[in-house]
């Protein structure tokens, strides 16, 4: 293999690598070995391509510069960097779209992606409950979580309770935590409670800057 060869292999590799990694960085999911993908990149990169090449020939009539021997014109690199950009945004915005559509309307739960973790299917935008974490020692924090880390190859992941308040047993507010909130790592977590409904004086401060940001 030439290097005219291995050049005209990674343009076919680029687009849909960038695609996939892009998508990758929105939505992680377990490493993939290598060759899971480069399989992969080929697929969405074959299909970019070729769409690339046919819209230079017949409609933008040779304006990116493809030449099928050679190294490729910096145009038509740049339209493949571009087009890779692009695919794994309408990737992203197609998940969301339905996770936006099976959250409110009930007939199309069906719609809904496998998240494949617990963790971030209950944390995933649109969640808005209260959460109890229960640490050693029956210290206990009330808030909610408000960012989290999901990262499927780790062990442990950390999140910040935000708003959050020491309780007791009887959640019994002891103190507010004053500032961003409770950085914490489920290492170091035994349960978290998520409550519906849970009336507070925090929760109703927290319903009101809603409300602020929304008007």
Partial sequence: MNFTDIVQFLLYVIPGFI???????????????????????IVFGVGITSLLIWLDSHSLHGLLGYQP?????????????????LIGILRVGLRQSRFVLSRHFPELKWLAPDVNSIWARVNQTG??????????E???????????????????????LAESFRVDKNRRVM???????????????RRIEFLDGFVSKAQTNRTQRKEKRTT
């Fill in 175 to 189: 103190y507010k935590v004053n500032g961003v909130g409770v950085y914490l790592n489920t290492r170091d977590v």
């Fill in 127 to 136: 969640t808005d409950q209260w959460a109890v974490v229960f640490l050693e």
């Fill in 19 to 41: 695609s996939i990694e892009y998508f990758r960085s929105r939505f992680p999911a377990r490493a993939r070995t290598d060759f899971i993908t480069i399989a992969w990149s």
């Fill in 138 to 160: 029956d210290v206990q924090y009330l808030g909610y979580i408000r960012y989290f880390r999901n990262d499927p190859d780790a062990n442990d992941q950390d999140f910040l």
């Fill in 69 to 85: 021997t050679g190294f490729p014109s910096l145009p038509f690199l740049a339209s493949l960097v571009a087009s890779g950009f």
